[in-house]
C-alpha cells in the first residue's frame, strides 16, 4: 500500500500543494465523513474492498501516464501537451490518496492488502510518438469516457453525502482528462509523419470498438446492486440511465 505520510518537511510541501489542486479534500467537520453507524457491517466491508479496487485502479493511471509522459518527452512534444500530462499524472496520484483515505473512512486497512506493483505496460519497439498515440487514445480517451460512465451512474446511487462529493471530485477530473485525451490524439496525428503513426492507427481502428463494447458489457454485468450500495461498492443497471 502506498505511504500517504512523510517526516521530511520538504516532500510534505510538495504533498500539500497537489493536495491543494483537488476540488475536495478529506476535510473534518459534520458530513465530511460517512456516519458508519447507518450501516451494516455487510455494507461496509463491500465498501471498504470496493474502494481498495479504485486505489488500485487510480494507481494504474499514475503508472500509465507516466509511460505516455515519456514518449511524448521522447517525441519532442511541445510544452502545452506535456504540461497536460503532468497535470493528469498528478490528477491520479490525488485520486491514489482520495480512495485510500475513503478506505480510512470505512475503518481502515487492517483486514486489506493492496500490491500495487507489476502494472507497467507490455514494452513495444514502436516511434515514441506512436506508443504515445496508442496510451492517448486507449487510456485517455477510451478508458477515461467509460470511467466518466461509470463515475456519473455511482453519483447517482450514492446517497451518502461525503462518498458522493468524492465521486463529483473524481468525476469532475476525469471528465478533464477524456477531453485532454481527444485533444492530444488530434494534435498527434497531425503533427507526426503518417508512417510512423500507421502500425499505432490500424491497431486502434480495428480494437477500440470492440474494447469499448467489452468494458460497457463489464460494467452491466457488474451492476448487480447489493450491499454497500450507498458508499460506492455497487450499481444497479438503472443508474447508467441519464
Known sequence: MIDLATDDPILARFARDLDAQAS?????GPGARPELDRFT????????LAWSHRVMGEYRGVVIYTELLAALVEAEAPYPALAAVHRIIGDELRHTRLCAEVVGWLGGW???HLDLGGQRMPRSDDPPAARALEIAARELVLVEEESVR????????????SIRRVFESLLR????HAAAGRSLVAFIERSYPGGELAAAQA??????PEERRHLREQAL???????GRQLGAKLVPGDFEE
Open 24 to 28: 475536495i479534500g478529506a476535510a473534518d
Open 41 to 48: 457491517t455487510e455494507d461496509i466491508e463491500h465498501a471498504q
Open 203 to 208: 491497431r486502434l481502428r480495428a480494437r477500440l
Open 150 to 161: 461509470t463515475l456519473r451512474a455511482h453519483v447517482r446511487a450514492a446517497e451518502e453525502p
Open 173 to 176: 477530473d476525469e471528465v478533464r
Open 110 to 112: 487492517e483486514s486489506l
Open 221 to 227: 454485468a457488474r451492476a448487480v446492486g447489493g450491499p
